[in-house]
């Protein structure tokens, strides 16, 4: 049965990172957030096609891997597609380059004027859609063919299919680090623990991995 999943990266003072720009995409907190998930061997090959064996293997390496099995259609907001940092260019096609990392559908979030939907090589299309967060989960359910569906983000995405319920597996990987600023991630959240079973595991890197699943 479909499940829908969303992953995350906060700090152990509950931010986010926020604030993108043409620089920082996912904000200028994002690397301080991702270091220990950037350095497993499963992002080397996932991302940078790095099929040397370099990376780490650890508690972090074997969510990684978690992380990119069994997902058939993916949902983000504008904001994390790069709609809003390039609000004038008709022709952006996200910030992943030319063979997006996704490999299957992903419905964009967007209440700015249609788009076409974009075939990418690799397998990934980019679908634009205005509409309630229930309806583009039922597309992208569709769409998945009995696989999972992913909410990529952003937080504001995330956090309104978690307000909705719609949410069966969520996975946050808690970073050492203080941010003081940025997106809150569980304001608004309260009682998760009680609609989910969560469970704790704490990775050689300090990254504290806390599930919800229903
Ligand atoms: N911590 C993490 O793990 C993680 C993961 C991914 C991203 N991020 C961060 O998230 C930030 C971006 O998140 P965000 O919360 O600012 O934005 P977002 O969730 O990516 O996008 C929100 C936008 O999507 C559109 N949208 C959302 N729901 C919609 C609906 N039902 N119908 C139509 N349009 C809808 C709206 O844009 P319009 O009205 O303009 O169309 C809305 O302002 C980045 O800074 C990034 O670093 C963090």
């Given at each position: 049965?479909?499940?829908?999943?969303?992953?995350?990266?906060?700090?152990?003072?509950?931010?986010?990172?926020?604030?993108?720009?043409?620089?920082?995409?996912?904000?200028?907190?994002?690397?301080?957030?991702?270091?220990?998930?950037?350095?497993?061997?499963?992002?080397?090959?996932?991302?940078?096609?790095?099929?040397?064996?370099?990376?780490?293997?650890?508690?972090?390496?074997?969510?990684?891997?978690?992380?990119?099995?069994?997902?058939?259609?993916?949902?983000?907001?504008a904001?994390?597609f790069?709609l809003?940092?390039?609000?004038?260019?008709p022709?952006w096609?996200?910030?992943?380059?030319?063979?997006?990392?996704?490999?299957?559908?992903?419905y964009v979030l967007t209440h700015t004027a249609p788009r076409p939907s974009i075939?990418?090589?690799?397998?990934?299309?980019f679908h634009f859609r205005n509409t309630?967060?229930?309806?583009v989960?039922?597309?992208?359910?569709?769409?998945?063919?009995?696989?999972?569906?992913?909410?990529?983000?952003?937080?504001?995405?995330?956090?309104?299919?978690?307000?909705?319920?719609?949410?069966?597996?969520?996975?946050?990987?808690?970073?050492?680090?203080?941010?003081?600023?940025?997106?809150?991630?569980?304001?608004?959240?309260?009682?998760?623990?009680?609609?989910?079973?969560?469970?704790?595991?704490?990775?050689?890197?300090?990254?504290?991995?806390?599930?919800?699943?229903?």
């Amino acid at each position: 049965m479909t499940r829908v999943r969303i992953d995350l990266f906060a700090s152990l003072d509950g931010y986010t990172s926020a604030g993108q720009t043409p620089d920082h995409p996912m904000g200028e907190d994002w690397g301080r957030l991702t270091t220990a998930w950037a350095a497993t061997r499963t992002f080397h090959e996932r991302v940078f096609g790095d099929t040397s064996g370099a990376g780490t293997t650890g508690v972090d390496d074997s969510y990684a891997a978690a992380h990119f099995e069994g997902i058939g259609a993916e949902i983000m907001g504008a904001a994390m597609f790069g709609l809003h940092t390039f609000p004038d260019d008709p022709d952006w096609r996200g910030w992943w380059g030319d063979r997006p990392p996704f490999g299957t559908p992903v419905y964009v979030l967007t209440h700015t004027a249609p788009r076409p939907s974009i075939p990418m090589p690799g397998g990934t299309t980019f679908h634009f859609r205005n509409t309630a967060v229930a309806d583009v989960l039922a597309e992208a359910t569709e769409a998945a063919g009995g696989r999972d569906v992913r909410v990529g983000g952003g937080v504001g995405t995330a956090r309104a299919f978690l307000r909705a319920g719609l949410v069966d597996h969520l996975h946050v990987m808690i970073a050492p680090v203080l941010l003081g600023r940025g997106a809150r991630l569980w304001d608004d959240l309260s009682g998760l623990e009680r609609t989910h079973k969560v469970t704790t595991e704490v990775a050689e890197s300090g990254t504290v991995h806390v599930t919800f699943a229903r």
